[in-house]
């Protein structure tokens, strides 16, 4: 099994520290969208990641297809998400949050690293939507007592949580205040403070497209 990208995304990172969790070998290369654009292109088209190539040379794209499929090897005792319900539902939209908070964090970094730019109305509707998710999420965790956010185990809305907000300190350190979000500030903590999340660790870097 091998995965594609950089640790420095909180989308591929999220999937490295799954595969950890479950106990999962894997091949790890650490591929930019930008430097190994043509190699990432082999096996996916779209030339993003994470990209994970299955040991029957099947190819899965897009971190919440990864997990699915992960989810599904795993069985109902082990996966990282409950298995129907109410439970499930909260995840997956708190999921959702991270990953859109991701993304507009990502958008962010091409607006200023690869495009040379910074428009201002782009930039203020981004950084509107980090701050709304945040907010949200720190209502949620800061209303829920356990270790975790649903209860004494690990999973995937605690781990997308913490990847993004890692991300977020790194690429706009500016946007992500441990006093204006306490809780997602101590969620991140106890999370960086697992092993799993230790193995899979990059300092943000972008890498500049291929002239």
Not at 10 to 30: D, N, S, W
Not at 110 to 137: D, K, M, N
Not at 160 to 168: A, E, N, P, S, T
């Amino acid at each position: 099994m091998i995965l594609i990208g950089h640790y420095d995304s909180p989308f591929v990172r999220r999937v490295a520290i799954a595969l950890q969790l479950y106990g999962v070998a894997y091949e790890h290369r650490a591929w930019s969208v930008f430097a190994q654009a043509d190699e990432i292109a082999v096996y996916n088209p779209l030339k993003r990641v994470p990209t994970l190539i299955l040991d029957d040379g099947e190819v899965l794209i897009e971190s919440a297809a990864i997990l699915d499929w992960l989810d599904e090897v795993a069985g109902p005792g082990r996966a990282l998400i409950a298995e129907g319900g109410v439970e499930r539902r909260h995840a997956l939209k708190v999921c959702a949050l991270a990953s859109g908070l991701a993304d507009k964090a990502v958008s962010l970094v091409y607006e200023r690293a690869v495009h040379a730019r910074e428009t201002p109305l782009w930039v203020q509707r981004c950084r509107s939507q980090i701050g709304g998710v945040l907010t949200a999420l720190e209502t949620d965790r800061a209303s829920r007592a356990g270790p975790w956010w649903y209860g004494p185990m690990i999973n995937h809305a605690d781990i997308i949580v913490g990847c993004v907000l890692r991300f977020l300190r790194e690429a706009h350190p500016d946007a992500f205040l441990a006093t204006e979000w306490p809780a997602l500030a101590a969620h991140a903590q106890a999370c960086e403070a697992l092993p799993e999340f230790a193995a899979v660790v990059m300092p943000f870097f972008v890498a500049p497209p291929k002239a």
